[in-house]
């Protein structure tokens, strides 16, 4: 389904055009064309592809879906696939994917599986037109950044109710059932990670570094026995990376307190 297609010239939009227009304006030294696809059949993404003449690799690795995040180059014009996440209105965890396909003068998205779009993501571009005039490389940033954003509900949803469970803890005031409410979220979790080996995909992202940094505290994760949460746990703290980041942060914690001593 065709969601937009505008083209843009130094920074300001000229016109929502036809997708047969594409190629008219593509061939234009100063515009560029913001396409956003959601769901496309494969009639769609072919006439894409005449459109903005598209590697065939690139096209179908788009048609299939469920790719690895990752970062290719066709010629002058790239391919990016990123992992989306979305935590529906009941808490649960819903994956989605993006495909870019970024050249100079032109830059097409296609979201799949998640029901919330990017608009926003082109309202705040358009309001910022002295940006907006580098072109498709400040769009696919934006996008980017949009997604690494979405990672962050997920996360909330543990450490919104962890924090000030947390202080209570160590105060010794009064629950006010945070521990049921923050039992609930763990539980969740668990669910999430009996299906899967990472948060966000199939291979460790900044979604697991994040939600790591919540949940390495042991005591946040005592009640009850969650055997999922713990080897997922354990997989993140014993990586090198993390282990070697963990031990420089200490190492500068045991020095501030050298000198206040």
């Known amino acids: ?86 935590l529906t209105p009941t808490d649960e965890l819903k994956l989605g994917e993006m495909n870019v396909f970024v050249g100079r003068n032109y830059i097409l998205s296609i979201r799949q599986g998640t029901e919330r779009g990017f608009q926003e993501v082109r309202a ?18 934006a996008l980017m950044d949009a997604v690494v954003d979405r990672y962050f509900p997920a ?14 803890e160590v105060t010794g005031a009064e629950d006010k059932h945070l521990t049921g409410w923050l039992e609930s979220r763990l539980d969740h979790m668990e669910s999430v990670l ?3 080996e990472w948060l966000a995909a199939d291979r460790f992202t ?20 969650r055997t999922a949460t713990e080897s997922y746990v354990t997989r993140i703290t014993e990586r090198p990376a993390f282990m070697k980041a963990h031990a420089d942060q200490m190492a500068h914690f045991a020095a501030a307190d050298e000198i206040r001593s």
Request: charged share 30%; net charge negative.
């Open 1 to 86: 389904m065709l969601i937009r297609c505008v083209v843009y010239q130094k920074g300001r939009k000229i016109a929502d055009i036809e997708p047969q227009q594409i190629h008219e304006y593509v061939a234009k030294p100063d515009c560029f064309v913001w396409v956003a696809l959601y769901e496309p059949d494969t009639a769609t993404l072919a006439s894409m592809q005449e459109e903005f003449d598209l590697h065939p690799l690139a096209i179908e690795d788009a048609s299939h879906g469920e790719q690895r995040p990752k970062l290719e180059e066709y010629g002058d014009s790239l391919f990016v696939v990123m992992t989306i996440t979305e």
């Open 124 to 141: 705040r571009c358009e309001r910022e037109p002295d940006l907006l005039r580098i072109g498709s490389g400040y769009v696919l940033y």
């Open 155 to 168: 996360l909330d949803s543990i450490e919104m109710v962890s924090v000030p469970w947390w202080f209570l």
């Open 194 to 196: 009996k299906e899967r």
């Open 206 to 225: 900044v979604a697991d570094l994040l939600m790591a940094d919540v949940l390495r505290v042991a005591r946040v994760r005592s009640f009850g026995d």
